[in-house]
């Protein structure tokens, strides 16, 4: 029998009948595209592996934990552009986990001066990302602290040395430099991918007193980008991003002195009397793809039964990240008795 799930994807679309073992998928990966893609096959009736590297979900939309609540180092906004991700955060907003950014929006500097400024269409999460990201899986298997080696035809090899075979879809999810090195035996992937540059973003958690009222201040800077006040339960926390010079200047510095640049910088910018601290510091070496794969939702290597996708692929930013787990899992479905890739 065929059900249907919330996100309208047929239960069991892809089994020829009851009795037929379910197609395998297995996926490197549980960023918001990867995640999208393993719970859309997992709705559908697919047996989803995720292999994950790191400790828990998200990946640039990870979670860190605080003693009190959490802070997101990653992405601060979600936007959207068009239909299908429109409606589906019109769905989250409605489920409480994301809300509209309004008013409180400052840009400048204050040795200039503040403006009040727009950032339309943009929304900020109220719970966890990484909490948002665990629920995109549903039902597909989470495998953290396990990274993945390479990749051959229909099979996953781990770092650990274990072969994970006999997939019917193999989808690789990681930013394309790190997709890169897992694809020696697949030279035709390797290849299309060509050069995609991304560009690193340093991401501070600081703390400080005074400075302009305001929820989000946007820099006319060209060291820091972004601060964005935390939640409201700590309201002296900030989550400042670097400018992509500031990061490529800071690559391989040490976390003492890119945070020290950046609270001197940040003092400045603010005219702060008094100094600022500086909590936690993250490089993002991946931050944000400068160009990507010419158009299309994934990449892929139809004899080999592997796929590419993530921003890196179809395009920078959340929205193009998630569309294309979607995009390609919806052609996974309906391409039922035949898989076509
Ligand atoms: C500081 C910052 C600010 C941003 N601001 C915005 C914004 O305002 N708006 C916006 O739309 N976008 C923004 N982005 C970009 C956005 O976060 C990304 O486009 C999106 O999250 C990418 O999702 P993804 O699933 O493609 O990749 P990722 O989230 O990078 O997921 C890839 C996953 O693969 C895992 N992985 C990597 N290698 C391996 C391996 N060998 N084995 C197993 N697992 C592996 C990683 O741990 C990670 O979990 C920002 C990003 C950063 C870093």
């Avoid at 989470?142 to 051959?152: C, M, Q, R, S």
């Avoid at 179809?314 to 035949?338: C, F």
Wanted: hydrophobic fraction near 40%; proline fraction near 5%; aromatic fraction near 8%.
């Amino acid at each position: 029998m065929t059900t249907t799930d919330p996100q309208g994807v047929d239960r069991g679309a892809n089994r020829a009948d009851a009795s037929s073992p379910p197609l395998k998928a297995g996926i490197v990966g549980s960023g918001i595209a990867g995640a999208s893609c393993a719970g859309h096959l997992a709705a559908a009736g697919w047996d989803v592996d995720v292999f994950e590297k790191a400790r828990g979900v998200g990946g640039r939309l990870s979670t860190k934990r605080l003693e009190q609540g959490w802070a997101s180092l990653g992405s601060p906004f979600i936007s959207a552009q068009r239909d299908p991700f429109r409606s589906q955060l019109r769905q989250w907003v409605r489920q409480g986990w994301l809300e509209a950014v309004r008013g409180d929006v400052l840009q400048g500097r204050a040795t200039i001066s503040w403006v009040q400024a727009q950032l339309q269409n943009h929304y900020r999460l109220n719970i966890e990302p990484s909490k948002l990201v665990h629920e995109l899986l549903g039902e597909a298997k989470l495998h953290t602290n396990t990274p993945v080696a390479a990749l051959k035809a229909r099979t996953i090899i781990l770092e650990d040395g274990r072969e994970m075979g006999n997939f019917d879809c193999v989808i690789c999810s990681v930013p394309t430099p790190q997709a890169l090195p897992l694809l020696d035996a697949l030279p035709l992937l390797r290849d299309g991918l060509g050069e995609i540059r991304y560009r690193p973003i340093w991401s501070f958690l600081m703390r400080w007193e005074g400075g302009p009222s305001a929820n989000v201040i946007k820099f006319d800077d060209h060291l820091l980008k972004l601060a964005v006040r935390q939640s409201s339960d700590n309201p002296g926390l900030w989550v400042v991003h670097s400018s992509h010079e500031f990061a490529e200047t800071y690559l391989e510095a040490s976390v003492e002195e890119a945070s020290t640049r950046a609270a001197s910088a940040l003092m400045g910018l603010l005219g702060l009397p008094w100094p600022v601290e500086v909590e936690v510091s993250h490089l993002w070496r991946y931050a944000r793809p400068e160009s990507t794969t010419a158009g299309g939702f994934w990449l892929s290597d139809r004899e080999s039964r592997v796929a590419l996708i993530g921003d890196g692929i179809a395009g920078e930013g959340v929205e193009r990240a998630w569309e294309s787990g979607v995009r390609l899992a919806q052609a996974l479905i309906q391409a039922k008795a035949e898989l076509v890739l």
